[in-house]
């Protein structure tokens, strides 16, 4: 039996984070992360997006809080953030829920900055009825991980297992008991469920209430951009479209699409797809496994996207096949119609305190400071 | 095992009150496509059925292969065929795409791959018809339309067809609209063709009451847009008026000056065939104006190219 002060579940950039916070205040802390290295899951698998709030024109809140925290992260991380490119977005013509107006109008009220540009320049004919310059970057997830492991490294104090695999979670007078497979035990007053996908198998393992999410196994396609493409990033809004921007500081673009990018969607508590068996039992409903390495992840739908985008860029914006991430991402069910991402934190008790934070953005991790 | 089509196809499927007929279509369409294309998708466009059509859409979608992405596109209340077939259209990502007008399966499945490759031998767009005698109705239509349209097109009844993407782009930038599709894909001026099959059904199509009135409003409709008939009419009518008119004229003096009229009775008239003949004067130019109109606001593009060749250096 091991006791910390904090147990934070989950190596992604929220569960990192916090490491780093409550470890500078010399607080003992151990991190438990089921895959063998950090940032494998959604932290590293996602549209690599800095968030100033342009993604949710029908949520004033979301896009508010962005911009808030959008210099914030840029200054922190400057070493990951990509400034060189043109982020471009545009409305469809046709299907989108807000027009060219409406998104202007939008901007102006969040405060972000949105100039007009002429949709053709970057569209075919009639296929967007609005293209604005933005301000928009992107972070590079694997220099974000080695800039944490090397502050974490030189903690004392603050320990991160990997391959960790938790059987239950108890409470105990004034601390939880976190039980492992190998039957191994650690205590601690405070724990930090950041879990993302795996929130409410945590949560189930704890008995506590869980979230209401439907979860969908997303596949994000890496391209390397023709030449014409690769100073630019384009999302078109706002319904069944896509985005292809830069991926970091990698050199190569992400391409998703609304309707291609999630393959299954579940609508349990817990995350049961139909894939899982096919890996060779490590995930499960009780336990997610990482869709990225799995040997039975779905086929990639990159000729869908491939074409869903072609029919709206310029024949000169090319692209080409490089490789796919997978993972689950969990969405919480309130925020279907006005298609808003909010950070969630929920505390399920004090002394001892059990913490849950669901979020589906890198640069509100800021609102963990005032549980931690 | 032949070669799968490297081309990615849409096919988007009209369905408006078909829970008899969908089943059986959605598994033939699916068949081929699954059969011959590595990449596809379905778009169904429920145009305010009451039935339980997208139910039996869902159910069958479920037991499709994941090479073939099937989507509905469900319409708020009844649009008729044209306006739901370009709500469908426009959500295709295709290089090709397929449209469906009806569900009733009345040719082989082989059908569709023989429009496709008559596509790939250079067609923007290329129609299926039956090769059978058609309603009186609609070979009336047709031939009204072919009669008074400026742009010659031997318009059929068709069951399906194909587009090339290079047809969709000509589409959207010409129009603003597209009241009545047949009309604007054979005024977009790329090649164009149409194969006959010999149908396996020789029943009409099931239609209700809604479609078979928008269907005769579509033919109104499409008629005044697209061809001259109007115009011409006016133009026709405003001739014979003023024929008349002047007649009139004439006549008045000649009686006037021979036997003697009621007095009065000749500036009556005198006035009478002045007035009318301005006013058919004027109609006409009105006429005219609002044809105009209709252009400027319906038409984007002032012309049509079919293709640009190069003959000497």
């Not at chain 1, 995930?283 to 709206?312: H, I, Q, V, W």
């Not at chain 2, 603003?176 to 149409?194: E, M």
């Not at chain 2, 009451?209 to 847009?225: N, Q, V």
Request: overall charge neutral.
């Amino acid at each position: 039996m091991e006791q910390y002060d904090k147990i934070i579940i989950g190596a992604g950039l929220y569960g990192l984070y916090s490491a780093r916070v409550c470890g500078q205040r010399r607080e003992k802390v151990l991190v438990l992360e089921c895959d063998p290295t950090p940032f494998r899951r959604a932290t590293y698998i996602n549209q690599a997006r800095v968030h100033q709030g342009y993604h949710y024109p029908r949520s004033i809140s979301t896009a508010m809080k962005s911009a808030g925290y959008f210099e914030r992260f840029n200054r922190d991380y400057d070493f990951c953030i990509n400034r060189e490119f043109d982020k471009i977005y545009a409305t469809s013509a046709r299907y989108s829920w807000s027009d060219g107006t409406q998104f202007k109008r939008f901007c102006a009220a969040a405060g972000i900055p949105c100039e007009e540009l002429h949709p053709e320049r970057f569209f075919k004919p009639g296929m967007c009825d609005g293209a604005f310059l933005t301000r928009e970057y992107t972070y590079d997830a694997m220099l974000l991980k080695d800039y944490f492991l090397e502050k974490l490294n030189a903690l004392k104090n603050v320990k991160i297992l990997y391959g960790a695999a938790i059987r239950s979670i108890e409470k105990r007078n004034d601390v939880y008991a976190v039980c492992m497979e190998d039957g191994k035990e650690y205590r601690a007053g405070f724990v930090l469920n950041a879990a993302y996908a795996g929130i409410n198998q945590i949560l189930d393992m704890a008995g506590l209430e869980k979230f209401r999410i439907k979860y969908e196994l997303c596949e994000i396609i890496l391209c390397d951009a023709g030449e014409k493409l690769k100073q630019y990033g384009f999302t078109v809004m706002d319904g069944p479209f896509f985005s292809i921007m830069p991926f970091g500081k990698t050199g190569l673009h992400s391409l998703t699409s609304v309707t291609f990018t999630p393959h299954m969607t579940c609508y349990r508590e817990t995350p049961a797809f139909p894939c899982q068996g096919k890996d060779g039992g490590t995930c499960s409903a009780f336990r997610l496994g990482n869709c990225n390495d799995c040997p039975g992840r779905p086929e990639t739908a990159f000729p869908y996207m491939a074409n869903l985008a072609g029919k709206y860029l310029r024949d000169e914006f090319t692209f080409v096949y490089r490789q796919s991430l997978f993972s689950v991402k969990p969405i919480l069910m309130s925020s279907e119609i006005d298609d808003s991402r909010p950070t969630v934190i929920r505390t399920y008790s004090k002394d001892p305190t059990f913490v849950t934070v669901l979020s589906g953005k890198i640069n509100t991790v800021y609102d963990l400071d005032e549980v931690l | 095992m032949e070669n799968k089509e490297k081309n990615f196809v849409s096919a988007v499927i009209y369905v408006h009150n078909a829970e008899h007929r969908i089943a059986s279509f959605l598994r033939m369409v699916i068949a081929v496509l699954e059969a011959h294309f590595e990449h596809s998708e379905i778009i169904c466009v429920n145009d305010g059925s009451e039935d339980d059509s997208v139910g039996i859409i869902k159910k069958e979608a479920g037991m499709a292969d994941a090479a073939v992405s099937i989507s509905v596109v469900n319409m708020s209340g009844f649009h008729g065929l044209e306006s739901a077939m370009n709500a469908g259209m426009d959500l295709a990502i295709g290089d090709f795409v397929f449209e469906f007008d009806r569900t009733a399966a009345d040719f082989e499945p082989g059908e569709i791959m023989k429009v496709y490759d008559r596509a790939l031998q250079g067609y923007d767009i290329v129609n299926a018809a039956p090769d059978k005698k058609e309603k009186f109705t609609s070979r009336l239509f047709y031939r009204v339309f072919d009669l008074f349209s400026d742009v010659s097109c031997k318009m059929h009844t068709e069951s399906f067809r194909i587009l090339s993407r290079r047809m969709i782009n000509r589409i959207a930038s010409m129009n603003r609209t597209i009241p009545y599709r047949k009309a604007v894909y054979a005024s977009a001026g790329l090649k164009a063709d149409t194969v006959l099959y010999r149908p396996t059904d020789r029943r009409e199509a099931e239609m209700d009451r809604r479609e078979r009135g928008y269907r005769s409003m579509l033919a109104a409709d499409s008629l005044i847009l697209f061809t001259q008939l109007g115009y011409r009419f006016s133009v026709a009518m405003t001739m014979l008026m003023m024929l008349i008119s002047a007649f009139m004229i004439v006549y008045s003096v000649v009686i006037f000056a021979t036997a003697h009229p009621v007095a009065g009775w000749t500036t009556t008239i005198l006035f009478l065939s002045v007035a009318f003949f301005g006013i058919f004067g004027v109609l006409t130019i009105i006429i005219k104006y609002l044809q105009l109109l209709v252009n400027l606001v319906f038409r984007r593009t002032q012309y049509n190219f079919e293709s640009v060749e190069k003959l000497t250096k």
